[in-house]
């Protein structure tokens, strides 16, 4: 049988060409080697607050945007988290093996505390423990993320093995893959933080739904540096090197490639041949994503398929769990 690969990204916002490189585009190319589980985490979204109609239709736009991707519905399980309830349960059960205080101590954690100081919810704090539910009910072996989900990836670890030895070998202790390069897309306003789906700043990442002109005008407002070089610095010139990791990756090119074909172009040129390469790359995403969003019928019928399928998996996991931690079955 297949390794298991299980990853996931939250509806809570149009996804960035972040999430893009750093995650879905890796799935699919994994799709033919392993069996693949890619969950759309809707219940991850409601740490923070949401309007529920647009969770609904992003819930939906998101699903589209996986099988626009390349994702094939037909060779991995495509999901809804809330339409499998095991998440929630499995969630509970790993709240009692997990410490208050780790939970504080995760970066992310600290983040969104700082940034939603008026909406510090419980859910907030146990975000990693559903993460780690998500990955641990379906025996995950690889799990493709952006570098930024490493420190939960660790969390899903140390509870699996936690849990393993307080009862007895239960989960498989996941691995994360992460990419080397386009782990971690910057800001194109700010390149010392991580572009964000949520940044209030406009500029600062590129949707997946961006049109081809804001697209090219978001790239032309980048900030890079003084100096005039397109040379990968990631320490001295944060911004230019973001912009060169961009441009390698929309065009499968190695960092040095694109180092040599922009010698002695300037920024500005620069700037405006990585927006048309990522525009182009988007346009036919875009397309597809459209068609499909004009067959809901089909979009339902891959998320009813394969809640059924998670749910078969998810179902067994759990009645293991509940058994060995010495819940009554009947
Ligand atoms: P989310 O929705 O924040 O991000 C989805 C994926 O995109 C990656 N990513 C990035 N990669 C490179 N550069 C960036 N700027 C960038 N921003 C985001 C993330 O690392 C992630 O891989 N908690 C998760 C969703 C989740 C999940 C899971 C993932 C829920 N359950 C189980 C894996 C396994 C999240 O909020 O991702």
């Known amino acids: 049988m297949a390794k298991i690969v299980f990853s996931a990204v939250q509806p809570s916002g149009i996804p960035t060409i972040g999430n893009y490189v750093g995650a879905i585009k890796n799935w699919v190319g ?4 392993y069996d693949c589980i890619f969950s759309i985490a809707d219940l991850h979204t409601l740490t923070v607050r949401q ?3 647009e969770l609904r239709a992003r819930t ?16 991995c399980v495509l999901f809804a988290q809330s339409h499998v309830h095991e998440h929630a349960e ?3 059960i790993l709240n009692t093996i997990t ?3 780790e939970m504080q101590r995760m970066t992310q954690f600290k983040d969104k505390s700082q940034k939603h100081a008026e909406n510090v919810n419980m859910g907030l704090m146990d975000y990693p423990v559903l993460m780690a539910a998500d990955i641990l009910l379906y025996g995950t072996e690889f799990v493709p993320v952006g570098a930024d989900q490493k420190q939960h990836l660790e969390i899903a670890r140390d509870l699996a093995m936690r849990f393993n030895s307080r009862y007895s070998p ?6 994360p893959l992460i ?3 386009g782990a971690r897309v910057m800001s194109l306003q700010d390149p010392s933080s991580k572009m964000s789906k949520s940044d209030l700043n406009l500029n600062g990442f590129i949707s997946m739904d961006d049109t081809p002109e804001e697209i090219v005008k978001k790239f032309k407002r980048a900030v890079t540096d003084s100096d005039s070089r397109v040379c990968f610095d990631e320490q001295s010139k944060p911004g230019v090197s973001n912009l060169m990791t961009i441009y390698a990756l929309f065009t499968d090119k190695t960092v040095s490639e694109v180092e040599a074909e922009f010698d002695g172009v300037g920024y500005g040129d620069f700037k405006q041949r990585v927006g048309e390469a990522v525009a182009e790359t988007l346009k036919p995403i875009q397309k597809r994503k459209a068609d499909l969003l004009n067959d809901k ?3 339902f019928s891959i998320l009813k398929s394969g809640a059924e399928k998670a749910s078969y998996i998810a179902m067994k996991t759990l009645r293991k769990v509940y058994k060995k931690v010495g819940l009554l079955q009947i």
Not at 60 to 74: F, R
Not at 170 to 175: A, H, L, M, Q
């Open 30 to 33: 994994l799709q033919d080697e």
């Open 51 to 53: 309007t529920p109609a």
């Open 60 to 75: 939906l736009e998101l699903l589209a945007l996986y099988v626009a991707c390349g994702i094939d519905p037909e060779k």
């Open 90 to 92: 499995l969630t509970w």
């Open 99 to 101: 410490s208050v205080g």
């Open 170 to 175: 239960t989960f498989v202790v996941p691995e």
């Open 179 to 181: 990419p080397k390069c």
């Open 297 to 299: 019928d089909y979009l």
